[in-house]
């Protein structure tokens, strides 16, 4: 039985999908169990909260098997969850990091993803310990503007990213979860495309057959609006300036073969993407929710 935290966002819902089409055993966990709404109707949801242990041993009883996902900038989460696993005797944990914890020197947010894999590795739980670069998914963060004034800020100029759609990190979870061989093992998830904010923003425009105007960021507070316009807490919008600022200065763009390697088949490119994702941008509701 494998127990699948995050199960209501991008990666989560993509994951219990391909878990299910492999016939895998699988529990979700929810905080809210209407939030699960359109997840299939026979995998058994049980509701706990990773802020209250308390919650948590029936969510564990009987999970050979966890994948672990906490949101937001805290520890707490991961502990509360890693825990339990120790007292259910959970066998594998995948944990899904960041690629930051690779920065030298490693920047904010790849500060708090680390002390949470220190968590997960303290447990003496072996563990696969997915990083991820940047979600395709980010791009719902430019819907608004795009509908409401045909524009979309850059705040990484001549930076280069590989963003990576999370159908494929869900893919890579679902392999390591159901197949032998990657315990004790980190993967640096990416996509295969070294793409500007430019040059996804012109792809998108091909997809939806309308122009869209790219506005350049100009101020660290102007960054921190593209990605929250009505703001954020302090020390998440310094990482965030800092994270803008450092994929600003990579005109190369970090990719690797990852998943290729793992999956025998190359991962989506960002056109495939927003030919999936077409009717976000065009009016219908969308949930621009990152993990």
Known sequence: MILITGSTGNVGRK?????????????ILV?????????PDRIPRVVADLDDPATLASAFDGVDALFLLTPGIGTEQTAHAIAAAVRAGIRHVVHLSSINVLGDPMPAMGRWHHAREEIVRASDIPATILRPGGFMTNA????????DEGFVLDPVGPGRFA????????????????????ENTEYVLTGDEALTVTEQVRIL???????????????????????FPHGAPPALAAAIAEGFALLRADTTGFRTDTVERLLGRPP???????AANTAAFLGDAVDASRR
């Open 15 to 27: 994951l219990i999908r391909e878990l299910d089409g492999r016939g895998a055993a699988c529990r």
């Open 268 to 274: 989506r490119t960002f056109a495939e993407w927003c």
């Open 140 to 147: 719902l963060e430019w819907v608004h503007s795009i509908r």
């Open 31 to 39: 905080r809210d169990p209407t939030r699960a709404a359109g997840l």
């Open 163 to 182: 963003p990576i759609d999370p159908v494929d990190i869900a893919a890579v979870a679902a392999h390591v979860l159901t197949e032998n061989g990657h």
């Open 205 to 227: 425009t091909a997809t939806l057959g309308r122009t869209i105007e790219v506005r350049a960021v100009h101020t660290p507070e102007e960054a921190v609006r593209s990605r």
